[in-house]
């Protein structure tokens, strides 16, 4: 059984995402949608998310995917209900899994969300906490310079060490014991994170948890099709950088290149096919 | 005499620019407009960014201006032409008078370039000076992080410092004599910059050279109008945040917050009056 899984991202993020869920899906057929010419997201307001979130979730949905992933953790969290309202296939997004992962893995109940300054101001993670369990303390933060340094490959990893120190010393004082990772670029900074958040705090990426959902989801789900496709990537903008850069998210070399073809039904001009 | 002046960037960044045209124009009306909505320019491909400049264009057109700035670098360069194809009224981008100002300011020949990666991948720099002066020797160096840096305001001046460093380091072993901040938010960097290259290296900020070209300009514009009017400034998402981090770049209080109008000139969605 083949499915069509369709995501999308603001830009090379959700390839993190894709990377796990494929690793749990490897027999399915997977339609990316990086949204490059209009990133990042995370420092724009909810209408434009939202109005953006609808455009990808449309143009992916031509594709006769079978589920739609939203692998953005910014638009999971502010446009994820508008885009259910629009489409009749299920939709998964970054953040549902990851709560309940947070709150199986927090031994004090007081977990760290950080996050880009978009999904923070939405309080969506603390709300969500909250609801599932009304006494836990979280503490939010966002960390905008994050994404830049991973998505530029800063060469200093000392500079960058720094620039994680100067971000979570807050959640160091606050004696946080789980740390959820929300934005799709901080699982590449791991490794200096989980440093300097010190051995007693663990660590959840939300792709990892994500791809778990997908897996219990696709198990229930009847393909429209039982073609199998190769996978597809497709940007609003500039595929050779995305190649580039997406290389290194995705952990493997992902793309050969294909011309960019126009596509009349995304309102902000053409896509390239990667 | 009173003209109207449009001003567009890819966001707050060309507030830079404004302040000092408005700083040799007082008595004039300014038009600004901010495409927050699709920021940041400098990692996009040269077509996105003239589909973009030429939507911007037309906009502030709309308002009857006599006059366009492209207070924006990257889109100075990449779209400038298409935008002068577009309208029958002077264009002026912040490259050409920087330009002039660095060949006179030389004193070795070697002046040094750096902006966003768009900015630096077009080499509109190198190929401007080279052609006024072939004798010439310009190295470029794109700074992406340096947007963020200042965009976020990040709070640790010491990791700034580190950071002007690691980038200028190749630059300083190129002994230039003069430095083109060839970007909107690099000013405000400057100091950082001037301490790391020393007391021997001119730095050329091209927000002070437009303004003077622009001042020149004006004395022999004749406008459309002699009403004059209140500066309006324009965004295509966010009004709060510019606010917020309008008044950083351009030194003093913008602009009492009116609501967002709808502009249905404007294909990606609506615009806000800030």
């Known amino acids: 059984m083949t499915l069509r899984i369709g995501m999308f991202d603001s830009g090379v993020g959700g390839l993190t995402v894709l990377s796990e869920v494929k690793h749990l899906l490897p027999h399915n057929s997977f339609?990316?949608?990086?949204d490059t010419a209009r990133c990042p997201y995370g420092g724009?307001?909810?209408?434009?998310?939202?109005?953006?979130?609808?455009?990808?979730?449309?143009?992916l949905h031509t594709l006769g995917i079978d589920l739609l992933i939203i692998a953005c953790h910014t638009a999971s969290a502010l446009a994820i209900d508008a885009v259910q309202q629009q489409l009749s296939i299920p939709i998964l997004g970054v953040i549902e899994p990851a709560?309940?992962?947070?709150l199986q893995a927090t031994r004090t109940g007081h977990i760290g969300v950080i996050g880009t300054k978009a999904t923070i101001a939405s309080q969506v993670y603390?709300?969500?906490?909250?609801?599932?369990?009304?006494?836990?303390?979280?503490?939010?933060?966002a960390c905008p310079l994050f994404v830049p340094l991973v998505e530029e490959q800063f060469p200093n990893t000392e500079i960058i060490r720094?620039?994680?120190?100067?971000y979570l010393q807050p959640l160091k004082n606050k004696?946080?014991?789980?740390?959820?990772?929300?934005?799709?670029?901080?699982?590449?900074?791991?490794?200096?994170?989980?440093?300097?958040?010190?051995?007693?705090?663990?660590?959840?990426?939300?792709?990892?948890?994500?791809?778990?959902?997908?897996?219990?989801?696709?198990?229930?789900?009847?393909?429209?099709?039982?073609?199998?496709?190769?996978?597809r990537f497709f940007v609003s903008d500039d595929p050779e950088r995305f190649r580039h850069i997406g290389e290194h998210f995705l952990g493997y070399q992902v793309i050969p290149l294909i011309?960019?073809?126009?596509?009349?039904?995304?309102?902000?001009?053409?896509?390239?096919?990667?």
Chains 1, 2 share one sequence.
């Open 126 to 141: 603390e709300q969500k906490l909250k609801a599932a369990h009304p006494g836990i303390t979280v503490t939010s933060l």
């Open 259 to 274: 011309p960019s073809i126009p596509c009349t039904n995304f309102p902000d001009g053409k896509l390239h096919m990667v």
């Open 162 to 166: 720094l620039v994680v120190q100067e």
């Open 44 to 59: 724009k307001s909810k209408s434009t998310i939202t109005r953006y979130s609808l455009e990808n979730s449309a143009f």
């Open 175 to 231: 004696k946080i014991d789980t740390l959820l990772l929300g934005c799709t670029h901080y699982p590449l900074l791991r490794p200096y994170i989980a440093e300097e958040m010190g051995p007693e705090v663990s660590i959840i990426n939300p792709a990892t948890t994500c791809a778990q959902a997908a897996h219990t989801l696709c198990q229930q789900l009847t393909p429209h099709s039982n073609e199998p496709l190769e996978d």
């Open 99 to 102: 709560i309940t992962c947070a």
């Open 31 to 34: 339609f990316y949608f990086g």
